[in-house]
């Protein structure tokens, strides 16, 4: 649905709404989900949350999200994913979803996704990462320009992966000329979340934001248009005794609400309307 933006300056309207969540980026196809998924949506649409992205990584997890859209399209939406250290036959480094045979095949997803076009709302979660390759960053670079010039002719939004590579990530997404960006899990120092609010890109507040005071220092700074919330579920959680899971992701918004002086409703149909201005449904 169209979230007018007018919404925004009806304080009737909100007491009504109430809160409008979304959860941009998650992985519900992990083991930890199994045999728990019906419950944490049951909690999720109890607690807010509207839509949920979940993201694949590879061939297995990418055929993966698109069931789970398929199954639950009331509330699940998913991007495609090629994972940087799957590009070098490393695995994914994230215990817990399924895993790569073999190194990932860049053409083969292409046309794979190319095929899904219509199924998906975007493409991610790509990149780069040095946090776990040390020595083939000129090898990740070709792969991420390559993955942006495809991204460019399917004309969808790109979810990043940037750890450790923040400021690389930035010039070669810079380079491609592409706006409809949105940063996962931005750890960058400021002048990098200066350099990416400039550019034009979403910024996304992961749930864990709660208790790092990096990512409040990032809702500060990043306009408010330019905001959206995720929880990297199940990783990254806010309650250290839990999995994450997305009804969490109240917890971006109160961090968001403080860093706006707004309240958690209003700040809740900002982020949900640029959610849709992105993402488009």
Same mark, same amino acid.
């Given at each position: ?20 969540? &979304?959860?941009? %980026? #998650? ?7 199994? $045999?728990? !998924? +019906? /419950? ?117 939004? &790109?979810?990043? %992966? #940037? ?7 930035? $010039?070669? !997404? +810079? /380079? ?106």
């Amino acid at each position: 649905m169209e979230l007018e933006a007018s919404l925004l300056y009806r304080p009737l309207l909100w007491h009504l709404m109430g809160l409008m969540l &979304v959860d941009c %980026h #998650s992985h519900l196809t992990h083991k930890y989900y199994e $045999d728990k !998924l +019906e /419950a944490v949506l049951d909690r999720a649409r109890k607690a807010g949350v509207k839509r949920i992205i979940c993201s694949g990584v590879n061939t297995p997890t990418n055929r993966e999200v698109l069931a789970l859209v398929k199954k639950y399209p009331d509330i699940i939406h998913c991007t495609l994913g090629l994972y940087p250290t799957e590009l070098l036959g490393m695995g994914a480094d994230e215990a817990g979803l399924s895993t790569q045979k073999g190194t990932l095949d860049l053409d083969e997803e292409f046309a794979f996704i190319a095929k899904n076009k219509e199924h998906i709302v975007g493409i991610g979660e790509v990149g780069m990462d040095y946090k776990w390759d040390k020595t083939r960053h000129e090898e990740q670079k070709k792969h991420f320009a390559r993955i942006l010039e495809h991204v460019k002719k399917l004309n969808l939004p &790109v979810v990043i %992966h #940037s750890r450790n590579a923040e400021s690389d990530c930035l $010039d070669i !997404l +810079e /380079a491609s000329g592409l706006k409809k960006v949105m940063l996962h899990c931005f750890s960058g120092k400021k002048s990098l979340v200066k350099r990416a609010i400039d550019l034009g890109y979403y910024i996304s507040i992961p749930a864990v934001s709660k208790k790092l005071q990096h990512f409040q220092m990032v809702a500060e700074m990043t306009p408010l248009a330019q905001l959206l919330t995720e929880t990297d579920a199940p990783w990254l959680t806010p309650y250290p005794e839990s999995y994450n899971e997305p009804s969490f992701i109240i917890e971006s918004i109160k961090v968001i609400a403080k860093a706006k002086g707004m309240t958690e409703e209003e700040s809740s149909l900002q982020v949900f309307k640029n959610y849709m201005d992105l993402f488009g449904r």
